[in-house]
């Protein structure tokens, strides 16, 4: 196995990334190991890769975009990329990324998921980034890789992907919405926005994402809190921002769909 450590260059143009994309496509081994540090506002345009990658966010927050959907990464999460599937990143704040690749054949996946990194997958996946600093033997290499490839199995899956639709117009509602979010936003406001009713916004909604409004509403409340918390932002701030008319109900939304308390769990994603 071979990895490659960018630790600590940050990463200056989108000329740099291919080359070594490219060359991680000419690998034989079996699986790649890269770490980088890229800045915020960095963007790398549509691809796809010949290999599953597990883009792991060190620190940072993330955004990955496909025709299927959105997907952020923050502190302490990955994103399982199937082999082929074209899609687009964009750093929301200083990222520092490690990432494996490994072949489709490995690892069978069909669509992106958002997972939440065990300390055990985080340790293996760092040793493997860093094997040219710390060289270990042939032997060692195998067995961190297979405990990995078992470990990946097991990471619990988060819902931190949000549904985009295809229909130009409902998606000019869904960006605004991600610019300011509302947890109190209504179906009738939406519908009225494009001149149908209810009933005919409600099935529309459901058909372009697959989910319901309050479901996407929710989510993207969510999908546009990270980023802010991440940074520091005072959690009052930022839930009273969203529509929330306390703290109470923002983190009772956010234990619902993470687990814990927004303070809890970005400081011990960030560890």
Not at 245 to 260: C, V
Request: charged letters at 20%; aromatic letters at 8%.
């Amino acid at each position: 196995m071979r990895t490659i450590d960018l630790t600590g260059a940050t990463i200056q143009n989108q000329q740099d990334h291919f080359a070594s994309l490219s060359w991680i496509e000419m690998a034989n081994e079996p699986v790649v190991a890269l770490g980088r540090v890229y800045p915020a506002g960095f963007r790398v345009p549509a691809h796809s890769h010949g290999k599953a990658q597990l883009w792991c966010a060190r620190s940072g927050v993330v955004l990955v975009s496909t025709t299927r959907g959105r997907w952020m990464i923050p502190p302490g999460h990955a994103l399982l990329i199937p082999a082929g599937l074209e899609h687009s990143t964009e750093m929301i704040s200083d990222v520092r990324m490690h990432s494996i690749y490994v072949g489709a054949s490995v690892v069978d996946v069909q669509d992106p998921r958002v997972l939440e990194v065990t300390t055990l997958a985080a340790s293996l996946i760092e040793e493997l980034v860093l094997s040219d600093d710390r060289p270990m033997s042939e032997r060692r290499q195998l067995l961190i890789m297979e405990l990995l490839l078992d470990e990946i199995g097991r990471l619990p899956e988060r819902p931190l992907g949000l549904p985009f639709p295809g229909n130009e117009r409902l998606t000019r509602l869904c960006r605004h919405f991600l610019k300011a979010p509302d947890a109190n936003a209504g179906i009738d406001d939406w519908a009225g926005a494009l001149g149908m009713s209810r009933r005919s916004f409600t099935r529309l909604f459901r058909t372009e994402t697959g989910v319901s409004f309050v479901t996407w509403r929710q989510q993207a409340c969510l999908f546009a809190s990270l980023p802010r918390l991440a940074a520091g932002e005072p959690v009052t701030n930022v839930a009273l921002d969203a529509g929330y008319e306390n703290i109470a109900a923002f983190t009772t939304m956010f234990r619902r769909m993470l687990g814990s308390s927004p303070s809890t769990y970005l400081k011990s994603r960030a560890a």
